[in-house]
């Protein structure tokens, strides 16, 4: 028998979970809990049940992991405790400056439960962490950057949507080249801003609205797009439709550093994703750590973890011998 | 007071762990064992002593962690397992072949003294294990790149030297970059040793020598250079000296994969290395691992570790608490 898998939320993270554990035969997808009205959710696994969220307790003891796939704004600040000190957990928590209270309250849930909880499971925060983590630890004499995209960011492409006479929209968030360019050529640049990313929206506007007065709002908003250079573009709903439609993204992490008795030489680590789905990815990288939190449960393990507490092994269906023996 | 570090081996490698305790103000140099006579041997560290490596095991009690900074050809067979029933020790055994074994006999020794032995450890085998293993667990249908370079093969620049008439040479192992960009477009290509690297050698040719013959010998060498594009240059010991007297190396790690229902959509991780110098970027991974090490040992770990084995926390400076609120 596989690791019992359930899932809470089933929307695009939750369908991504679901997708990511057919291609991990070791793990098995039991059951799916939703807020809506089970019988109204179709699920792809024929062979997992959908049930109320209020049903999810009664599962403690036929779950070996169940992975949050709420959001963060409000969901996983309340789910997370809560579900910790019934089952082990994985969720996504991603808004960075509040993982340290997050983290506290989900491991005192966890310990009160003896269960294993990894939160903040996913590439920003998750493998976008642990790079810069490793990069830090080996040059200590260095600079990091961080750049997203190309691709889209959700909360921006809300913030467009709720402007007077925008019908819908979508935001790209885009890394400039050049300062990529600087970056790499290690001269470990000072980079504002509006010099690291460009974003550009795609918009449907109401029929009549002002596309001037849309595009000023736009591109004069705070904290979203009046640091930086933005382009707009006015589009028919049926192009939204089927040249946006995927949610792709990515991103890079970089630190340049130095060595030597007196930093003579210059090193660049650099970390890549390009993604078609960012949901899916995200999923992916749950699954893996899924394991990891019911392997660690197993060896008596409690409490919360996060990507840096975890040993990679854990995280692979492979043995020791046989990761040693293929892949270091 | 700091980590109490060894180095055994005063090389390149040895001078590049020197060079990284200095960035890393929790350790502490405090002796260098050699094979030649300590008082010709001068290292950079006013505060560390030298001695001979006969004397080594004598300062069990006063080393915290050794690190072994020999060839994998012949030096660490013998002295990580060795060491390590003294020393909570530290190598970069890269035979990868040879891993398993290497890592039985470490695994004994290193148990039968309590200590942590972390073999293996720098960029390949090392970084470039982690991210391998790492994007195998997200991304379990997909496929593995590694390229190597542009850099300095020792192994290939020794070979070139032990032919007839050559005085000194140099050889770079160098990615080809139409073979990455196909990587990079996700066609998950089939790619032979030809298609992916190239071999360019700057060589010194004694007077009188066959170049011609020096040429043919090099580009036929089987194992070495017969199954790649070979390019050779002829040049003065003088241009050698000047522009080929650093040992730059990197190279990436690609793994390209798919996810969804019907594996519809694809994403790439993408790890890449650029270094000035091999010896020490490899020491600073080491160095980094030898704080692991001695953690490790501190809560009772003994056996034999591999990168696989360690949660990246390990490797910081910083607490649990530090790296949540600043690098997740």
Same mark, same amino acid.
């Given at each position: 028998m596989g690791i019992r898998i359930g899932i809470l939320g089933y929307g695009n993270l939750g369908r991504g979970v679901e997708c990511a554990l057919r291609q991990n035969p070791d793990m098995e997808l039991k059951a799916v809990f939703t807020r809506r009205n089970p019988g109204e959710v179709s699920i792809l696994t024929k062979t997992a049940k959908v049930c109320s969220? *209020?049903?999810?307790?009664?599962w403690r003891g036929d779950l070996d992991v169940l992975i949050l796939c709420g959001g *963060?704004?409000?969901?996983l600040p309340v789910q997370t405790p809560e579900y910790a000190e019934f089952f082990n957990v994985v969720d996504s928590f991603d808004t960075h400056a509040r993982i340290p209270e997050h983290f506290a309250r989900v491991n005192d849930a966890a310990q009160r439960g003896g269960n294993t909880a990894v939160i903040s499971?996913?590439?920003?925060?998750g493998m976008f962490s642990l790079n810069r983590m490793y990069a830090n630890a080996i040059l200590p004499e260095g600079r990091d950057y961080t750049f997203w995209g190309r691709g889209v960011s959700q909360g921006h492409s809300d913030a467009v949507r709720r402007?007077?006479?925008?019908k819908d929209a979508k935001q790209y968030t885009i890394p400039v080249e050049s300062a990529l360019e600087a970056v790499r050529a290690g001269g470990n640049p000072e980079l504002t801003v509006r010099q690291k990313h460009t974003r550009e929206c795609f918009v449907v506007a109401e029929e009549g609205a002002d596309k001037a007065a849309i595009e000023n709002e736009i591109k004069t908003m705070?904290?979203?797009?009046?640091?930086y250079d933005t382009t707009v573009h006015f589009i028919s709903q049926e192009e939204l439709d089927r040249d946006h439609g995927s949610i792709p993204h990515g991103g890079l992490v970089l630190r340049s550093g130095s060595t030597g008795w007196e930093g003579e030489n210059r090193h660049l680590i650099e970390y890549s994703l390009k993604l078609d789905s960012n949901p899916e990815f995200t999923a992916s990288v749950i699954v893996a750590y899924a394991r990891a939190a019911w392997r660690l449960s197993q060896e008596g393990a409690s409490g919360c973890k996060t990507v840096?507490?975890?040993?990679?092994?854990?995280? *692979?269906?492979?043995s020791g011998e046989e990761l040693r023996a293929s892949m270091l």
């Amino acid at each position: 028998m596989g690791i019992r898998i359930g899932i809470l939320g089933y929307g695009n993270l939750g369908r991504g979970v679901e997708c990511a554990l057919r291609q991990n035969p070791d793990m098995e997808l039991k059951a799916v809990f939703t807020r809506r009205n089970p019988g109204e959710v179709s699920i792809l696994t024929k062979t997992a049940k959908v049930c109320s969220v *209020s049903e999810a307790k009664a599962w403690r003891g036929d779950l070996d992991v169940l992975i949050l796939c709420g959001g *963060s704004a409000t969901d996983l600040p309340v789910q997370t405790p809560e579900y910790a000190e019934f089952f082990n957990v994985v969720d996504s928590f991603d808004t960075h400056a509040r993982i340290p209270e997050h983290f506290a309250r989900v491991n005192d849930a966890a310990q009160r439960g003896g269960n294993t909880a990894v939160i903040s499971v996913g590439w920003d925060p998750g493998m976008f962490s642990l790079n810069r983590m490793y990069a830090n630890a080996i040059l200590p004499e260095g600079r990091d950057y961080t750049f997203w995209g190309r691709g889209v960011s959700q909360g921006h492409s809300d913030a467009v949507r709720r402007i007077a006479g925008v019908k819908d929209a979508k935001q790209y968030t885009i890394p400039v080249e050049s300062a990529l360019e600087a970056v790499r050529a290690g001269g470990n640049p000072e980079l504002t801003v509006r010099q690291k990313h460009t974003r550009e929206c795609f918009v449907v506007a109401e029929e009549g609205a002002d596309k001037a007065a849309i595009e000023n709002e736009i591109k004069t908003m705070p904290n979203y797009f009046a640091d930086y250079d933005t382009t707009v573009h006015f589009i028919s709903q049926e192009e939204l439709d089927r040249d946006h439609g995927s949610i792709p993204h990515g991103g890079l992490v970089l630190r340049s550093g130095s060595t030597g008795w007196e930093g003579e030489n210059r090193h660049l680590i650099e970390y890549s994703l390009k993604l078609d789905s960012n949901p899916e990815f995200t999923a992916s990288v749950i699954v893996a750590y899924a394991r990891a939190a019911w392997r660690l449960s197993q060896e008596g393990a409690s409490g919360c973890k996060t990507v840096f507490d975890i040993a990679p092994a854990y995280l *692979s269906a492979r043995s020791g011998e046989e990761l040693r023996a293929s892949m270091l």
